[in-house]
T-cell receptor, first 115, second 114 residues
Framework: GQQLNQSPQSMFIQEGEDVSMNCTSS?????WLWYKQDPGEGPVLLIA?????ELTSNGRLTAQFGITRKDSFLNISASIPSDVGIYFC???????????????FGKGTKLSVIP | KAGVTQTPRYLIKTRGQQVTLSCSPI?????VSWYQQTPGQGLQFLFE???????NKGNFPGRFSGRQFSNSRSEMNVSTLELGDSALYLC?????????????FGPGTRLTVL
């Protein structure tokens, strides 16, 4: 089956530093999604990417859909304590047939911010 | 505007039993999808319902099933529970199938199988 390799698994950074994480796969995806999950809560969608090469920002977050459609990265600039959490990528692959797709998640990147 | 609600929040069952989890989507959302989250396997897509029909399905055995009602509320059922079914079960709703920008998750149901 399709697998997503998300790295790094965890990272400790100083407040104010920039952060970068990425997801790669051997499979092509039609959509890339980035989520953040806080303890005891469900994930929250941060950014959705729909086209190869697309670069999208959401505040201090920037994500890109790789040209090969097999990878994506998420950058967080000027990190703050509330950025702490687990970040997940997900790739959606469309199949023939109305609205058919498969959704695969990365294992997550646990971010810790040191004040 | 109320968010996605899931009931119950916590559940303890024993092997062999069955369980039904409920998800109420955000008002106006017609798509409900379900996910399993475990420390070992991470987040995995179970299935999606839209307009009372299962539109997409992940790689889970037939013991995992679901349905959606005319008011878009959805239930997920797991029969013949196994220890490995212990997990956080999350549901998410969105306006339409695949409209990711409108997707919101509920807080999840923590299922423990003894």
């Amino acid at each position: 089956g399709q697998q997503l390799n998300q790295s790094p698994q965890s990272m400790f950074i100083q407040e104010g530093e920039d952060v970068s994480m990425n997801c790669t796969s051997s499979s092509i995806f039609n959509t890339w999604l980035w989520y953040k999950q806080d303890p005891g809560e469900g994930p929250v969608l941060l950014i959705a990417l729909y086209k190869a090469g697309e670069l999208t920002s959401n505040g201090r977050l920037t994500a890109q859909f790789g040209i090969t459609r097999k990878d994506s990265f998420l950058n967080i600039s000027a990190s703050i304590p509330s950025d702490v959490g687990i970040y997940f990528c997900a790739g959606q692959r469309l199949y023939s047939g109305a609205g058919s797709y498969q959704l695969t998640f990365g294992k997550g990147t646990k971010l810790s911010v040191i004040p | 505007k109320a968010g996605v609600t899931q009931t119950p929040r916590y559940l303890i069952k024993t092997r062999g039993q069955q369980v039904t989890l409920s998800c109420s989507p955000i008002s106006g959302h017609r798509s409900v999808s379900w996910y399993q989250q475990t420390p070992g396997q991470g987040l995995q897509f179970l299935f999606e319902y839209f307009s009372e029909t299962q539109r997409n399905k992940g790689n889970f055995p037939g013991r995992f099933s679901g349905r959606q009602f005319s008011n878009s509320r959805s239930e997920m059922n797991v029969s013949t529970l196994e220890l490995g079914d212990s997990a956080l079960y999350l549901c998410a709703s969105s306006l339409e199938s695949g409209s990711w920008d409108t997707q919101y998750f509920g807080p999840g149901t923590r299922l423990t199988v003894l």
